[in-house]
């Protein structure tokens, strides 16, 4: 979905219960919050499309050793580094 607005990115994961991968992660972040339950975020940092394969690679396994990846994701970001280290934290719903 390159060359796609945020929005509609947001709004295709939303309704076809995709988590978000992306090297843009603070725009993605303030739309994910917006909704009650999403699937996920996974942030990524700027490298190449063989590097990026690799890291999601690396992410994927982290989060199977926390359990099924896409229940593990729901309402949370995993921020992936260079090295590929990871990182998880629940993104809650803004609230009020």
């Avoid at 060359?3 to 991968?21: E, F, K, M």
């Avoid at 690799?54 to 949370?76: Q, T």
């Amino acid at each position: 979905m390159r060359g796609r607005p945020d929005h509609a990115i947001v709004a295709y994961c939303l309704q076809h219960d995709r988590v978000i991968v992306t090297q843009n992660a603070d725009d993605f972040r303030r739309l994910a919050i917006r909704t009650e339950i999403h699937p996920g975020l996974m942030t990524l940092p700027a490298v190449d499309r063989r590097d990026a394969e690799l890291l999601i690679l690396r992410a994927i396994a982290f989060l199977k050793e926390k359990g099924d990846p896409m229940d593990v994701m729901v309402n949370h970001v995993l921020e992936v580094e260079r090295d590929g280290s990871c990182k998880l934290f629940a993104l809650p719903p803004i609230v009020g």
